[in-house]
């Protein structure tokens, strides 16, 4: 199912989904945007006018993604097309690089190679594969087209690697410990400000050409601020959505799941490189954490109600030039009676939302192009209905209700 408005950047289907412990962050100034004089003055001009209009606006430190790097167990030779991804041979853990990727599904090689920090093992077994990965796709200025080539070469490796048999998620006490990090996203430091002079501005087209031009990289000038969004799933198996205000900025009337942004500003009061590099756990506390904190101010749930998230992937939303979301999947102890009340007490941030709809899982793993429903889905929920559809968090609980259930007819 391919709808212009959304694509997958990255899944993590061969494990249905991490969890914290299995997720690492690298921070580095170079994983900032570029920029010059005159870009930094048409972002002034641009907040400027915004500010005029909309004076509550506030100018928030964001994360930005430049890229990630998703491993997987060694997959046997002779059933894995990925076999062009060259083993570990630095770590004691056989495994393989399934992607080292920015968001169009490249790494400039000249430039990236160098541009790496804190080098572990997983990027030093990357390299050859990164070139490869390279050669592999065809340049262009469609930023659409290419974020698509990668999705479904992501797609073709991870299903055939799948037959590894992974461990899962709700495996992760046993497992923990012989896996380790299994993603590393590469984080720089943007904010709210360069995200509307850039990702939002009637340029973007112009500086995508630049970027592509200039860094061999169309999204190189953009500010690409790293969202969450939280798949809530109650006790009675209804995933929760929210109908989003006409007040708000983007895709206003339509339905969304909770979501917001994870906030340097959360890791170290005073925002900088050098600060929050010393603090790179905090950094991946933040990104689990902050969607939890996000459905508690917009749906009203308290924080003990929710289960630990679990990171689906990262989905890019092409109505603003393909900003990235990392998409959750939470689990939550009350049912759906009971977070329906909760919402409409109010949260913190009630005033985002009119309505609380709610569908099950059944419903939401059906939903597609042809859906009427699917109109009503702003970009974000797109993308995490697409990730859950393709993740499928939550298929060893349904399997053990359907045993339950089984063992209580008989």
């Not at 995933?239 to 007040?247: C, P």
């Not at 339905?255 to 900088?272: F, N, R, T, Y």
């Amino acid at each position: 199912m391919m709808d212009p408005e959304v694509s997958l950047l990255l899944h993590c289907a061969d494990w249905r989904g991490l969890l914290e412990s299995q997720v690492k962050v690298e921070l580095c100034e170079r994983f900032n945007r570029q920029t010059d004089p005159a870009l930094e003055l048409h972002i002034e001009e641009v907040w400027t006018e915004r500010v005029t209009r909309e004076p509550w606006l506030f100018n928030g430190a964001k994360f930005r993604l430049h890229s990630f790097c998703l491993a997987s167990l060694e997959c046997p030779s002779s059933s894995c097309a990925a076999s062009e991804h060259p083993p570990c041979t630095q770590s004691s853990k056989e495994c393989s690089v399934v992607c080292v990727e920015d968001q169009e599904g490249k790494l400039p090689v000249r430039q990236r190679q160098e541009d790496l920090c804190d080098l572990d093992p997983l990027h030093n077994g990357a390299q050859n594969s990164l070139e490869l990965r390279n050669t592999s796709i065809n340049q262009t200025e469609n930023m659409g087209d290419v974020i698509q080539q990668a999705a479904s070469s992501l797609e073709q490796d991870s299903s055939i690697c799948r037959a590894a048999q992974l461990p899962s998620h709700s495996d992760q006490n046993t497992h923990d410990e012989d896996t380790g990090p299994l993603l590393t996203l590469r984080l720089g430091l943007t904010c709210y400000k360069d995200y509307l002079g850039t990702n939002w501005s009637c340029r973007v087209a112009e500086l995508r050409q630049r970027g592509e031009a200039e860094f061999s990289d169309s999204l190189a000038l953009l500010a690409q601020p790293l969202g969450v969004g939280g798949v809530l799933c109650t006790d009675d198996g209804q995933v929760v959505l929210i109908r989003r205000s006409q007040r708000v900025a983007e895709a206003g009337g339509l339905l969304d799941i909770p979501g917001g942004h994870p906030e340097p500003k959360a890791v170290c009061e005073e925002v900088s490189m050098v600060m929050i590099q010393q603090r790179r756990e905090a950094v991946v506390s933040e990104l689990f954490g902050s969607v939890c904190a996000e459905i508690r101010d917009e749906v009203n749930v308290p924080l003990s109600c929710l289960g630990e998230p679990v990171l689906m992937g990262v989905a890019l939303n092409h109505t603003s030039a393909g900003r990235p979301s990392a998409e959750f999947y939470v689990s939550c102890s009350l049912t759906s009676d009971e977070v329906r009340k909760l919402y409409w007490k109010g949260g913190a941030e009630a005033h985002e939302s009119t309505d609380i709809v709610f569908l099950s899982r059944t419903e939401v793993l059906q939903l597609d192009r042809s859906s009427p429903l699917w109109l009503e889905l702003c970009p974000s929920a797109k993308g995490a209905v697409l990730l859950y559809q393709t993740v499928k968090p939550d298929a060893e609980r349904d399997r053990c209700s359907r045993h339950d259930a089984q063992l209580t007819h008989n």
